[in-house]
């Protein structure tokens, strides 16, 4: 059954540490999405890449975050420094462009900035 | 007003009814429409998707459109304390490249089916 997956699942840190999330998309999913869940503002997406290049991250702070697709199989987004703001489930989603069925979620990972 | 409508709930409905969800959307070129489940603690998982004016049933799902009304719905038939969740509306929003998508979500609706 394929998933995406993301690790770490749960990660605490002190403010103005550096944190990173990874993402591991479906295998031949062309799509990554990045998106934030806070109970505030619900899912927001921070970036977006086809085909490992960025296409839109208008949704992310670009002072502290960053988002890069290395490879076909890793995706990660960077926040440096980390604030208690931050604190909130990251989710990455991907999926095939060509097809207007929908995008599969990673389990996500809750960042907790203290 | 923001892109993507629902009310936040909780919708509360006894086991065996039928729960309806509904979203509206501000964007008249949106082209697709999706509902995610949501349990709590969890990702959202795709349930529905949908295009075309009319209904799209699945199971014991239902996804309604109507675009002139920029409205969607989700019935569920038989409800169960299993469908417990936060159910969430996706609107496509087209791509700055118009190629591909981009989910606008709306907030969620939280169902309790009460056994």
């Known amino acids: 059954d394929a998933r995406v997956t993301q690790t770490p699942r749960h990660k605490v840190t002190e403010m103005g540490q550096e944190v990173t999330m990874r993402c591991q998309p479906i295998l031949g999913h062309n799509t990554v999405f990045w998106y934030r869940q806070t109970m505030m503002q619900g899912l927001e997406l921070l970036a977006y890449f086809r085909n490992r290049a960025p296409l839109d991250d208008s949704g992310m702070p670009k002072d502290r975050f960053s988002a890069e697709m290395p490879d076909a199989t890793l995706a990660t987004l960077k926040i440096q420094p980390s604030e208690p703001r931050d604190s909130a489930v990251y989710f990455c989603a991907s999926g095939l462009v060509d097809r207007d069925d929908g995008y599969t979620f990673g389990s996500g990972t809750r960042l907790t900035v203290v | 007003q923001k892109e993507v409508e629902q009310n936040s709930g909780p919708l509360s409905v006894p086991e065996g009814a039928i729960a309806s969800l509904n979203c509206t959307y501000s964007d008249r070129g949106s082209q697709s429409f999706f509902w995610y489940r949501q349990y709590s603690g969890k990702s959202p998982e795709l349930i529905m998707f949908i295009y075309s004016n009319g209904d799209k049933e699945d199971g014991r799902f239902t996804a309604q459109l109507n675009k002139a009304s920029q409205y969607v719905s989700l019935l569920i038939r038989d409800s169960q304390p299993s469908d417990s969740a936060t159910y969430l509306c996706?609107?496509?929003?087209?791509?700055?490249?118009?190629?591909?998508?981009?989910?606008?979500f709306g907030p969620g609706t939280r169902l309790s089916v009460l056994p």
């Open positions: 996706a609107v496509n929003k087209p791509m700055f490249d118009n190629y591909g998508q981009n989910f606008v």
